[in-house]
């Protein structure tokens, strides 16, 4: 009986967090996949996993780390599914895309996924290293460190003259 109560505590938990912070998953989807529909979806996967899964949270405490680290593993999952977009798909994406600034945008897609993922939690979601480094599982020097690398990136990507190279996944800068 007891049991039963404390999977119906953690599940309430994660359905009030949910609702409470469905526009902050739903905006980190969409920065991601660059579409309002794959960004609904990515979070109604999310949110049904954790709900049915709500009985494997060990402490209430934690439940906010635990459903970025959902979301952001949804969201991880579907990018490694989708295929190279078509350059018609591409253009239409940039166009329906919110950002305001373009540059920024298109360095951002250039970082490895975990390194972009930190960039986006501190300063678009304005979560503490602290908070990043829980849901990221890593260490807060490893985040620190990631997070300044990525952002000396961006600069020299946005104020040089930044080629990447798919291919060798390097980046060159013309001087």
Request: glycine letters at 2%; proline letters at 1%.
């Amino acid at each position: 009986m007891k049991r039963l109560s404390r999977q119906k505590t953690k599940e309430k938990a994660v359905k009030t967090l949910l609702l409470t912070n469905y526009n902050q998953y739903y905006r980190l989807a969409y920065s991601y996949v660059h579409n309002e529909n794959d960004a609904y979806d990515i979070v109604q996967n999310a949110a049904y996993k954790a709900i049915k899964n709500s009985g494997s949270l060990k402490q209430e405490n934690f439940a906010s780390t635990w459903l970025y680290r959902i979301v952001i593993n949804e969201i991880f999952t579907y990018c490694r599914q989708q295929k190279t977009l078509s350059l018609e798909d591409a253009k239409e994406t940039y166009a329906e895309d919110s950002y305001e600034d373009l540059d920024l945008k298109r360095a951002l897609e250039h970082l490895p996924e975990n390194d972009r993922m930190i960039v986006e939690l501190k300063y678009f979601e304005d979560m503490k290293l602290e908070e990043i480094a829980d849901i990221l599982e890593e260490n807060i020097n490893t985040v620190k460190s990631r997070l300044y690398r990525s952002l000396k990136k961006l600069k020299v990507m946005i104020e040089g003259e930044w080629i990447y190279t798919e291919s060798t996944n390097q980046e060159v800068l013309n001087a």
